[in-house]
């Protein structure tokens, strides 16, 4: 098959699947190629924005529709550039401001069997499946993320095929009436694998969705543990600047920026804090137990089935005191960190994680769908 990957980010777990997948697959001899959002290009999606709301604008007050058209035209050229990007043997990785705007050149570059979409906004998600239908082209909308399941309703705008990387996501859009599989986001964890120092708390994305308040507060009231705050997306300016200032009120905290070798991030862990406020399944989870390396994480129905019994669930709403609890048995408790550690170790080894089995599965629906849409009418 010729497969083209297009994701709305380059950063984060999400975008590390992806190109993992898409070598994995290459190296089953399919031709694949990857489309990944440049992060860097921060003015063209400002002005694809504004672009986007006149052009809805327009629509509403039934302005002429050569008007229309031509802000469509306008909106289509944005972003529309691509540039090479470093690539994992035998995949093309391209970067686009907006990878939906990039679509249609890459589609004549690669001449794909099949289109996999994930980590998109909804217009975005609206604008590929049209053009993939305008000619032809098998896709599969993949949900890495609770918010994309609004993608297939308001109005509906299903795929050809619907994946989940958790069962979460897949129930909430069975909910609405979409058949969804499950397939786990690939983590090829022996590449982020350290025999770690045991000597602190890792927080990774250190912004308000991570929960950096409540890690902060950690760190107030267990000032005897040095916290490592982990950059992996892209701070915003303003939040960079509180974020910045309340660590440096803080002598335990460090904050240390993006490093694209995993394996630093757990060099020196003793436990991650997983402490989003949405439900979704962190790869970071899995890099984490794979080194042995317990998660207290909130009680969400993604992170639930990251976890299993690799760590410790904490319900979100719980009081302060129940997550300084927490952490002070993993921290305190060396019977019960063990005993946590080899929990971790042996859920990360489970069989369904397993990268091979992961891009077998993936590879099992992919080929139906697109042996099915290949039987003559």
């Not at 002429?64 to 944005?78: D, M």
């Not at 708390?201 to 705050?229: E, H, K, Q, T």
């Not at 909130?298 to 300084?324: K, M, N, Q, Y």
Request: with cysteine.
């Amino acid at each position: 098959m010729r497969i083209l990957f297009v994701s709305g980010t380059s950063v984060g777990g999400a975008a590390r699947s992806t190109v993992e997948l898409a070598e994995l697959l290459a190296q089953r001899h399919h031709v694949v190629g990857v489309v990944l959002r440049d992060e860097a290009a921060s003015k063209a999606v400002d002005r694809h924005k504004r672009l986007l709301n006149l052009r809805v604008k327009l629509a509403r007050r039934h302005a002429p529709r050569p008007l229309v058209k031509a802000v469509e035209q306008v909106h289509r050229k944005l972003g529309a550039q691509r540039t090479p990007a470093p690539s994992p043997p035998g995949v093309r990785v391209w970067s686009a401001p907006l990878p939906e705007n990039a679509l249609r050149g890459a589609l004549d570059d690669l001449r794909p069997d099949l289109v996999v979409v994930n980590s998109i906004e909804r217009p975005a998600w609206r604008q590929i499946r049209d053009d993939l239908d305008a000619r032809g082209i098998a896709h599969v909308l993949y949900l890495r993320e609770a918010t994309a399941v609004r993608h297939l309703t308001d109005p509906p705008c299903p795929p050809r095929l619907l994946l989940a990387n958790a069962e979460a996501h897949a129930q909430a859009a069975r909910e609405l009436g979409f058949d969804c599989e499950v397939v786990p986001s690939v983590v090829d964890t022996s590449r982020c694998l350290i025999e770690s120092t045991r000597t602190r708390v890792l927080l990774v994305n250190p912004i308000a969705l991570y929960g950096v308040d409540r890690a902060l507060a950690l760190a107030d009231v267990r000032r005897d543990i040095p916290f490592v705050f982990a950059e992996s997306w892209p701070i915003p300016a303003e939040e960079r600047a509180r974020l910045t200032a309340a660590i440096d009120a803080r002598p335990n905290v460090e904050l240390r920026a993006y490093d694209p070798d995993p394996s630093h991030l757990y060099a020196d862990a003793r436990v991650l804090l997983m402490l989003c406020t949405v439900p979704s399944r962190p790869r970071v989870i899995a890099e984490a137990q794979a080194n042995g390396i317990p998660v207290i994480a909130t009680e969400l129905a993604g992170h639930a089935e990251a976890v299993g019994t690799g760590g410790l669930l904490i319900d979100p709403d719980a009081p302060f005191a129940v997550w300084s609890s927490a952490l002070d048995y993993v921290w305190e408790s060396e019977v019960a960190y063990e005993e946590l550690a080899q929990s971790a170790r042996d859920h990360a080894a489970r069989g369904d994680m397993r990268p091979e089995a992961v891009a077998t599965r993936f590879e099992e629906l992919v080929s139906a769908l697109v042996g099915a849409r290949s039987v003559p009418a």
